[in-house]
Structures are given as C-alpha cells and as structure tokens.
C-alpha cells in the first residue's frame, strides 16, 4: 500500500470487484473517517452497497483504473492527487 508506513494516517486497502484481492466490508466503511475511490463508478458502487450504513465522506480522485497494480505511474497519479486531499484535512 502507498501510504502503508505514512505516520499521519492509518490505511487499509480494499477493491469492490469480485477478484479483488480484500473486498471493502461494513467493518471498513465503519472504520474510515473518510474513503477515497479512484473513480466514480467506485463511488457510487459504495453508496449502493452500503446505502444502509452512515457513510464517510467518499473522495473521487479521479484517476482511471487502466493501470496495473502499484505501476509507478499509479503511484505518481495517486500522490499528486492524494496528497492535496491530506493537507486539507490536516
């Protein structure tokens, strides 16, 4: 996980399709203050599934999930678009 040892803030890493590796569960949603998704069918996938629950505040960050897993491009677009998300919240 990229942000994994980033002491300003505690991660877990969960998909929403069915060959993911760790499926997002309501133990999750319960637990995040606040969850950011790399597209928006990502979020509206959450707030259909988990429409029951109170959800956090839910991020698009808007990057395409054409690339494969942890691909140093991935990495790069995942920064640049999360790190302003940390600053904000700080």
Same mark, same amino acid.
């Given at each position: 996980?990229?942000?994994?040892?980033?002491?300003?803030?505690?991660?877990?890493?969960?998909?929403?399709?069915?060959?993911?590796?760790?499926? !997002?569960?309501?133990? *999750?949603?319960?637990?995040?203050?606040?969850? +950011?998704?790399? =597209?928006?069918?990502?979020?509206?996938?959450?707030?259909?599934?988990?429409?029951?629950?109170?959800?956090?505040? !839910?991020?698009?960050? *808007?990057?395409?999930?054409?690339?494969?897993? +942890?691909?140093? =491009?991935?990495?790069?677009?995942?920064?640049?678009?999360?790190?302003?998300?940390?600053?904000?919240?700080?």
């Amino acid at each position: 996980m990229l942000y994994r040892n980033d002491p300003r803030l505690e991660v877990r890493s969960a998909g929403i399709r069915v060959g993911a590796k760790r499926k !997002i569960s309501r133990r *999750d949603v319960a637990w995040a203050h606040v969850i +950011m998704v790399m =597209e928006n069918e990502h979020k509206k996938w959450i707030q259909e599934h988990f429409h029951d629950v109170n959800l956090p505040p !839910i991020v698009n960050l *808007d990057i395409t999930a054409s690339l494969s897993y +942890m691909d140093p =491009e991935l990495q790069q677009l995942l920064r640049t678009a999360i790190e302003p998300e940390l600053e904000s919240r700080s």
